[in-house]
């Protein structure tokens, strides 16, 4: 996931109030780099973000980490605030290490056609240095970093180098008149742009997977999924994240599944071998739209840039879909009802 700040569209010139969200129903937020009608989603999307009534900010919508995170000097006011405590928050796709205080305040999201909604005040991690992990991708370490501005949407992701992530950070689920019947906390991501808040009759298409939960985060678990490289069996059955920050895949399989069809990373590491086919079950026995590609097959528009393996059979099996995945499908968090929801593009 790459943070970066970018020159904003004339539109956001405009006061963030010019189309304000109605309270008790959810909003839609077109994404800033909304693909042309029919395109598909190929880089990770872009919502305007304001922190504390501060200018207007493009920042990635990433549903790979949970939070807020911006550079200390995109909060209006960060002086005179009391700091909640030290913070750190790791991207582990680059290898950055946000670290900062966290401070209370409120965060307004913006689409490009001006509808925005207002958060109760969160935490939000105000990043004064960047490190780096030793083994990072794409990392420099930076002090007084200004162009930090992620829009962590994500869950489970605690446990990933995300001390302190949860429910209470995720500015999508504290939106002002959220967790009522009529507005409850979730989300639905599409292609073109992101559904804020669920009424009662937003998951109606959309496949569920039942979560479990994490009672040591107060948050859910990931969504379970079964992987198979070229169709071989047994499958390898983990967890999935849907992460919209990236467009590189993460694939960890046990050696079973990866034998013969790894090869050295031009970058390092290694990668699955172009040719090589991946079938991606979510729900592990739920009901959910299976999907898959052949690595390397630039003509499919689910088909990562690259999908880099990650361990050699010491850690559980993972995927991370990166945003592609949403040329297959729409995504719900439901963040009441403990559900993940896919609903395959086409299907509405």
């Known amino acids: 996931?790459?943070?970066?700040?970018?020159?904003?569209?004339?539109?956001?010139?405009?006061?963030?109030?010019?189309?304000?969200?109605?309270?008790?129903?959810?909003?839609?937020?077109?994404?800033?780099?909304?693909?042309?009608?029919?395109?598909?989603?190929?880089?990770?999307?872009?919502?305007?973000?304001?922190?504390?009534?501060?200018?207007?900010?493009?920042?990635?919508?990433?549903?790979?980490?949970?939070?807020?995170?911006?550079?200390?000097?995109?909060?209006?006011?960060?002086?005179?605030?009391?700091?909640?405590?030290?913070?750190?928050?790791?991207?582990?796709?680059?290898?950055?290490?946000?670290?900062?205080?966290?401070?209370?305040?409120?965060?307004?999201?913006?689409?490009?056609?001006?509808?925005?909604?207002?958060?109760?005040?969160?935490?939000?991690?105000?990043?004064?240095?960047?490190?780096?992990?030793?083994?990072?991708?794409?990392?420099?370490?930076?002090?007084?970093?200004?162009?930090?501005?992620?829009?962590?949407?994500?869950?489970?992701?605690?446990?990933?180098?995300?001390?302190?992530?949860?429910?209470?950070r995720n500015p999508f689920l504290n939106v002002a008149g959220m967790g009522t019947p009529a507005l409850g906390r979730g989300y639905v991501v599409t292609r073109r742009g992101v559904q804020v808040g669920l009424a009662k009759d937003t998951g109606g298409a959309f496949q569920k997977v039942k979560l479990a939960s994490d009672p040591a985060t107060g948050d859910w678990q990931p969504v379970p999924v079964c992987l198979a490289l070229n169709a071989r069996t047994p499958a390898a059955c983990g967890t999935l994240l849907l992460d919209t920050g990236v467009s590189i895949m993460y694939l960890t399989l046990p050696p079973a599944q990866t034998d013969g069809l790894a090869v050295p990373g031009l970058r390092g590491g290694r990668v699955v071998a172009d040719g090589a086919s991946l079938a991606i079950s979510p729900g592990a026995g739920q009901p959910a739209p299976a999907y898959g590609f052949t690595v390397g097959d630039r003509g499919n528009p689910v088909t990562p840039q690259r999908v880099i393996l990650v361990g050699r059979g010491d850690r559980p099996p993972f995927v991370n879909t990166t945003v592609r995945a949403l040329n297959a499908f729409d995504y719900l968090f439901d963040a009441d009802a403990g559900e993940a929801g896919f609903r395959a593009v086409g299907g509405r």
């Open 1 to 168: 996931m790459r943070a970066a700040t970018l020159p904003l569209l004339a539109l956001l010139a405009t006061p963030f109030m010019a189309l304000p969200a109605l309270a008790q129903q959810p909003a839609f937020l077109p994404y800033l780099n909304t693909p042309a009608e029919g395109a598909p989603i190929l880089r990770p999307p872009t919502l305007s973000l304001s922190i504390n009534g501060g200018p207007a900010r493009r920042a990635i919508m990433d549903t790979g980490s949970t939070g807020v995170v911006v550079s200390a000097s995109a909060i209006p006011g960060f002086d005179q605030l009391t700091p909640l405590g030290p913070g750190e928050l790791t991207y582990t796709s680059s290898g950055r290490i946000m670290r900062g205080v966290n401070v209370m305040v409120p965060v307004t999201v913006a689409g490009a056609d001006g509808t925005s909604v207002t958060t109760q005040p969160i935490p939000v991690l105000a990043v004064t240095r960047i490190d780096c992990l030793r083994n990072a991708r794409s990392c420099r370490p930076m002090d007084a970093p200004r162009r930090v501005s992620m829009l962590g949407i994500g869950f489970a992701r605690a446990k990933d180098r995300q001390p302190g992530a949860g429910p209470g």
